[in-house]
């Protein structure tokens, strides 16, 4: 086996390994995915934050249409702000997808490109969705609020008709989406060698608790379904913030062994 190191400065080295056809990155890169992952994990803290408040304020354990097209009508920018945030979040999902291609071996890319084509087709079900909650329910609730001439319970039944659709799309087709996309990405992160394997271990219970969410959910189970999904939210901030110190620690001068010129080893 002959390892090949490429360097013109600390935070440019790469790393070619000829057997396996590896490609590490310097520590530049790391850092880069790490602060990525980093953001992904605020913007979910937030969008998680808004959302258990939504349902606080709102009193939607006992979920109803009419409940929470109240709620939307008297609290217009508390409920707009969850709806963007959780856009946000699922956007920076895909980025921390598509930033994990920089960071694993030549050999497991091919598995992080398509989490990455399944990620983003979950971003863009999950921002229709969210675009139909922000948009028509908002404009709906306040149409029923204010005694519009359209009758209550023909804007009731288009409000559910958006409530249902919206959620359909989240739970049961975004959901799937991003949970195979984790779990391929993940079992990239394992093939890896830079990488230490327990973020395997740490990942997959993380994106089978949002395949279960969505699996529960099929089956009408919804109250369970939001709590296997809250558990799936608390989950992937922990991922994120945990790969985000090992990509720190990969980052530091003491991880990197290259010289800073051109050498070869058999």
Not at 6 to 32: A, C, K, W, Y
Not at 35 to 52: E, G, Q, T
Not at 67 to 77: E, G, I
Not at 82 to 108: E, G, P, T, W, Y
Request: glycine share 6%; net charge positive; aromatic share 10%.
């Amino acid at each position: 086996m002959g390892l090949k190191y490429l360097s013109q400065t600390d935070n440019t080295e790469i790393q070619v390994d000829d057997e396996f056809g590896l490609v590490q990155p310097g520590r530049v890169h790391f850092r880069l995915v790490g602060w990525f992952c980093v953001a992904s994990a605020i913007v979910s803290v937030f969008a998680l934050l808004v959302s258990l408040q939504v349902v606080r304020i709102g009193d939607l354990l006992a979920f109803s249409p009419v409940k929470l097209m109240r709620f939307v009508a008297d609290n217009q920018l508390m409920w707009r702000s969850c709806c963007l945030l959780n856009a946000l979040s699922s956007v920076s999902k895909v980025l921390v997808f598509l930033m994990l291609n920089i960071i694993v071996d030549r050999k497991a890319r091919l598995l992080t490109r398509i989490g990455l084509i399944l990620s983003l087709i979950g971003c863009a079900v999950d921002l229709s969705a969210q675009t139909s909650l922000l948009v028509v329910l908002s404009d709906l609730a306040v149409q029923l609020k204010l005694n519009s001439s359209y009758l209550k319970q023909d804007l009731l039944q288009l409000a559910w008709m958006t409530i249902n659709q919206a959620l359909g799309q989240i739970i049961l087709v975004a959901n799937l989406m991003y949970a195979f996309g984790g779990l391929t990405a993940t079992i990239g992160l394992l093939q890896t060698r830079a990488l230490p394997k327990w973020l395997f271990w740490i990942g997959m219970p993380v994106w089978l608790l949002s395949f279960a969410g969505t699996f529960v959910a099929f089956w009408g189970q919804l109250s369970l379904s939001f709590s296997l999904l809250l558990g799936f939210a608390l989950g992937f901030i922990v991922w994120g913030v945990a790969l985000a110190i090992v990509l720190d620690l990969r980052a530091r001068p003491d991880h990197t062994h290259a010289p800073s010129q051109l050498a070869e080893f058999h």
